[in-house]
């Protein structure tokens, strides 16, 4: 079955950067996409960044230019780098895995998300 072990998160102060890590197993890693959202306190959980498996990114506006998404398939985790952090990233992040796209980005599994505050 699918595992996503995520990891990184933490307290930042604005400006700072953090990188999350989510280490994947359970599915060939190599074949699907895979993606990161966030759910901030009280609101609905929105797709922040996705990676397919022909390397293809997407960004959300919001975060174009300050994150970076990035996959290493030897290891089979995906990466998001947070830079230039705001007080609106704090969110729990999620990373999402056997993703795919459409007209839109979906994916089948999450993971337990890990929590970024930006204070």
């Known amino acids: 079955h699918v595992q996503l072990v995520e990891s990184g998160g933490g307290l930042v102060q604005p400006g700072g950067s953090l990188r999350l890590s989510c280490a994947a197993s359970?599915?060939?890693?190599?074949?699907?996409?895979m993606a990161w959202y966030r759910q901030a306190p009280g609101k609905e959980r929105k797709l922040v960044s996705s990676?397919?498996?022909?390397?293809?990114?997407t960004y959300v506006a919001d975060v174009k230019g300050r994150f970076t998404i990035s996959r290493d398939n030897a290891k089979t985790t995906v990466y998001l780098q947070l830079n230039s952090l705001k007080t609106e990233d704090t969110a729990v992040y999620y990373c999402a895995a056997r993703c795919y796209k459409y007209r839109e980005v979906g994916c089948y599994d999450w993971g337990q998300g890990t929590q970024v505050t930006v204070s």
């Open positions: 359970g599915f060939i890693f190599s074949n699907w996409g």
């Open positions: 990676i397919m498996s022909d390397g293809t990114t």
